[in-house]
């Protein structure tokens, strides 16, 4: 056992964490950086279908299970970056309204205790920092901002671009897609990305995605002060005998565990993982785990409720990059339904390795690539409700995720309610065609927007964070991933953990002065 002390240690390399640290490493302190993972490696078969979609080459190998013991193969990454090596880039704000206290058809999404107003700078300073390219003035429920995007919209491919023509012809009001991408549309010869078919859920063999590694981790390592040690997995947090401060982070090094101290610790191993280390993490004073007086800690669990709505048609779909537009007309719900209902975007390229992977078993790989070439698929989102029984846990040292589906009304009628329109615009497509809209429900195997199991509140009963999101139980002990949200909402949670990471970064520069 080694003992090294710090300023901050920051745990996980993710949108919270790297964030943080980027925000952190021109002030001069010392820090720690502690990743599980290791960087990416750069090989051919970062852009390889098989490898990726099939073979699942870099996803965690480690078993969850569900509360009846049946066995999660979790879709998660632990690398550098985080999941978001790995993401299509969509980086949304969060509505004015998602702040506020919502009534859903299925319950109650809760009040945070800061407003949009709070979080609308730092809004502006990750959008910024992640280059993210959008338009303002198309999305009907976009919240007020008087900065625009820091570069201009990605453009559809034409076929996207018909899409876009009849949506409007439909009286709704399709946008571009918000993405954090190198792209350089008008001088293209300063590009990175190249507009490939595998960007969403691929890591970018070029760097050209701006992720939490690429944008916030390679500057970060710079400076001299910051030290980063990869596949370093924490294992347990140590406090001292009145258990108001962490003394120790614990963690599993090439084999040998050594002990790290720091004035500050940091935790942003995502929403699972983070709840699973403070439970993991019980002792004498903190019996149910660290920071869970309020008996929170892991509870109200949240990963939106998921579908994929894929069309398939008779018409050739020869689009590279259709990850580009998005729907929010539904978003607060339509005339006879006064009810949220949820968000709508495409997804990246099908190819015939997804099709394969997910679609009937034994499926010639002739017919699978026919689908690819003739499909498109959309992302559905509704809010998934904070459940105090929806939780995870730990049991001899295993992970559980006690999850019950909810809002399942409101996900039904998007779904159902997105089928129509696009059943109504295939005749203003240039050729007529044949469609089916084939929709498939995500399982408990999809993890990538996990959030809520530490919320944050002003009342230590209520909540496991302060408004600072340091714990309330133990003074020097921050989350700065999605554990915080008290509510999901029905957008990507990326950019509110990113615009947060910086927020809590300029609250934690004011303490340690």
């Given at each position: 056992m080694t003992d090294c002390h710090y300023d901050f240690i920051i745990i996980g390399t993710g949108a919270g964490g790297?964030?943080?640290?980027?925000?952190?490493?021109?002030?001069?302190?010392?820090?720690?950086?502690?990743?599980?993972?290791?960087?990416?490696?750069?090989?051919?078969?970062?852009?390889?279908?098989?490898?990726?979609?099939?073979?699942?080459?870099?996803?965690?190998?480690?078993?969850?299970?569900?509360?009846?013991?049946?066995?999660?193969?979790?879709?998660?990454?632990?690398?550098?970056?985080?999941?978001?090596?790995?993401?299509?880039?969509?980086?949304?704000?969060?509505?004015?309204?998602?702040?506020?206290?919502?009534?859903?058809?299925?319950g109650i999404s809760p009040e945070w205790p800061l407003k949009y107003q709070d979080f609308s700078p730092y809004y502006d300073q990750a959008e910024k920092l992640y280059e993210v390219h959008g338009q303002r003035g198309l999305d009907p429920t976009e919240p007020h901002t008087t900065s625009e995007y820091p570069f201009p919209p990605v453009s559809h491919e034409p076929y996207i671009q018909e899409i876009n023509y009849s949506l409007k012809d439909k009286g709704l009001h399709p946008f571009y897609l918000p993405l954090a991408i190198k792209l350089n549309q008008v001088n293209r010869h300063l590009n990175?990305?190249?507009?490939?078919?595998?960007?969403?859920?691929?890591?970018?063999?070029?760097?050209?995605?701006?992720?939490?590694?690429?944008?916030?981790?390679?500057?970060?390592?710079?400076?001299?002060?910051?030290?980063?040690?990869?596949?370093?997995?924490?294992?347990?947090?140590?406090?001292?005998?009145?258990?108001?401060?962490?003394?120790?982070?614990?963690?599993?090094?090439?084999?040998?565990?050594?002990?790290?101290?720091?004035?500050?610790v940091i935790v942003a191993c995502g929403a699972i993982n983070s709840a699973v280390l403070l439970l993991k993490s019980a002792n004498d004073q903190h019996p149910n785990g660290l920071a869970n007086s309020s008996n929170l800690v892991g509870r109200n669990y949240m990963t939106h409720n998921f579908g994929v709505l894929m069309t398939l048609s008779t018409k050739s779909n020869p689009t590279i990059f259709p990850k580009t537009l998005a729907v929010n007309d539904f978003y607060w719900g339509e005339k006879d339904f006064a009810y949220p209902m949820g968000s709508i975007q495409l997804l990246g390229n099908v190819n015939k390795d997804k099709i394969t992977a997910y679609g009937p078993p034994l499926m010639p790989q002739v017919i699978a690539e026919s689908v690819a070439n003739h499909s498109i698929s959309w992302l559905m989102i509704t809010e998934d409700l904070p459940d105090y029984n929806n939780k995870i846990s730990i049991n001899n040292n295993k992970i559980y995720i006690e999850y019950t589906k909810n809002n399942k009304i409101a996900f039904n009628r998007l779904l159902n309610r997105w089928t129509e329109v696009l059943k109504s615009i295939s005749q203003y497509q240039t050729?007529?065609?044949?469609?089916?809209?084939?929709?498939?429900?995500?399982?408990?195997?999809?993890?990538?927007?996990?959030?809520?199991?530490?919320?944050?509140?002003?009342?230590?009963?209520?909540?496991?964070?302060?408004?600072?999101?340091?714990?309330?139980?133990?003074?020097?002990?921050?989350?700065?991933?999605?554990?915080?949200?008290?509510?999901?909402?029905?957008?990507?949670?990326s950019l509110t953990i990113m615009a947060n990471a910086l927020r809590v970064g300029d609250h934690l520069l004011a303490r340690i002065k």
């Open positions: 790297a964030t943080l640290a980027y925000r952190l490493a021109s002030s001069g302190k010392k820090i720690l950086v502690l990743e599980r993972g290791d960087f990416v490696p750069k090989e051919k078969a970062n852009w390889d279908t098989h490898e990726v979609s099939q073979k699942e080459r870099y996803r965690t190998s480690e078993v969850w299970y569900e509360k009846d013991g049946k066995v999660i193969n979790p879709l998660t990454h632990y690398y550098v970056g985080g999941n978001t090596k790995f993401y299509g880039g969509a980086l949304f704000r969060f509505r004015d309204r998602d702040f506020e206290t919502v009534i859903h058809q299925d990175k990305c190249i507009r490939c078919d595998t960007c969403d859920g691929f890591p970018c063999l070029i760097n050209a995605k701006s992720d939490a590694d690429i944008n916030c981790i390679n500057p970060a390592i710079a400076y001299k002060n910051l030290t980063l040690i990869t596949q370093a997995k924490v294992v347990r947090l140590h406090t001292n005998e009145s258990g108001r401060e962490v003394t120790g982070v614990e963690a599993e090094i090439a084999g040998q565990l050594e002990m790290f101290s720091g004035d500050i050729t007529k065609q044949l469609a089916l809209h084939l929709p498939q429900n995500m399982g408990m195997r999809e993890v990538a927007h996990q959030c809520g199991t530490c919320r944050f509140g002003e009342d230590p009963k209520t909540s496991v964070l302060d408004i600072n999101c340091r714990t309330h139980d133990i003074d020097n002990l921050y989350i700065v991933d999605g554990s915080f949200f008290p509510s999901s909402n029905a957008l990507n949670p």
